[in-house]
């Protein structure tokens, strides 16, 4: 059976966070194009996850489908506690369901989109295109848009870390959650010698998200998960009986080494194999739309299409603290909780959003114990 070649204006390989933001923002722009493909090997349709984020942004495309919203959340360890006003800030949950639903349905409305679920056997840059293969057939357009393959450049010396995460949806017989207040991070937990937290994510008073979250070199089993999520909702939330709805897992990459493009000039990562899953905490979705508008930026203005690098900067600020984690030159708790402590909380959020000046960087790396910090940031800055 002979395959078929099929031309596209563009075509996004994946349809994850990623894919279907680039869709609904290309959609949603003055690029000018006929047909766009959206392929992958299938669709998404359970929620297998939740994207919690702090923007200003008030009117961003996905504002229909945002499942709660917050401006204020509390931190927890045990030296310290404290409820943060985050305003203008807004603290924002995203289900995945609703994410997968709402994009495929929008994007579905528009004859100029095509969807496949094919599973993508190739990509390659060829002749000045990017190739797409499956076994039905050859897709091919001037840039391809790669989400599906993730792709490193793993270095010995280079610390890469996991964001393993295990969360259940929790109903109770009484009131039990604060649903003003979520929790950002609550490290009343043992470390393990890297990073573990909790966050509770309150839908009602009586209904919550509770995960438990861990920054390591691998993933741990899936009963050690259920037996911390059973002792903290028993011990810290003071809860007894409750039901499960749902549960979600999740592996997010934290990582000092490079993602590489293999495929040539006509393929452009994005989404994590774009490197947008930040190495020091995993958060993605907020770099994942900060991404995409610079990209989409280029191709409204007729410029040549390019993959959105990290700063290099704040590169350089996630390599250090991850090296102060993996040398255990600092108890995680003790280093998050320096953080919250000693910081105005705008400024904080500000570079964790990678959005501060150098000065509000100072600020930052006098609030913490220097001594680890100096010492790996001269082992990261010889490239040791």
Known sequence: METENHQFDFIIAGMGASGLSLAMQLKESNVVFNKILLIDKELKNKNDRTWCFWTKEQNAWYQDIVFRTWNQFEFKSTSFQKRFDIQPYSYQMIKGIDFYHYCLDEIRRDTRFEIRTEEILELKSEKNLGIL?????????????????????????DINYVQHFKGW?????????????????????????????????????????????????????????????????????????????????????????????????????????????????????????????????????????????????????????????????????????SLFKNNRILTLLSFLNEETSLLNDLEIFNSVPRFAFITSAIMKGLNI
């Open 133 to 157: 293969a499956t076994k039905s057939g050859i897709y091919q357009a001037k840039h391809i848009f790669n989400s599906a393959f993730r792709n490193n450049r793993i270095q010995k010396k």
């Open 169 to 337: 949806v929790i109903e109770t017989e009484t009131d039990s959650f604060d649903e003003t207040c979520p929790v950002f991070m609550d490290f009343r937990t043992k470390q393990f010698k890297d990073c573990r937290f909790f966050y509770v994510i309150p839908f009602s008073k009586t209904k919550a998200l509770v995960e438990y979250t861990g920054f390591s070199s691998n993933p741990i089993p899936s009963e050690e998960y259920d037996a911390n999520l059973k002792d903290y909702i028993k011990t810290k939330l003071n809860i007894q009986y409750y039901h499960i709805h749902e549960t979600e897992y999740g592996e997010i990459p934290m990582m000092e080494s490079d993602f590489i493009n293999p495929y040539g000039k006509n393929i452009i990562n994005i989404g994590t194999a774009g490197g947008n899953s930040k190495p020091s905490t995993g958060y993605t979705f907020y770099f994942i739309q900060k991404s995409i508008q610079k990209m989409v930026a280029q191709l409204e203005k007729n410029e040549p299409i390019t993959a959105i690098k990290p700063n290099p900067k704040f590169k350089f600020y996630d390599k250090v603290l991850l090296d102060v984690i993996d040398k255990n030159k600092l108890e995680a708790d003790v280093l998050f909780t």
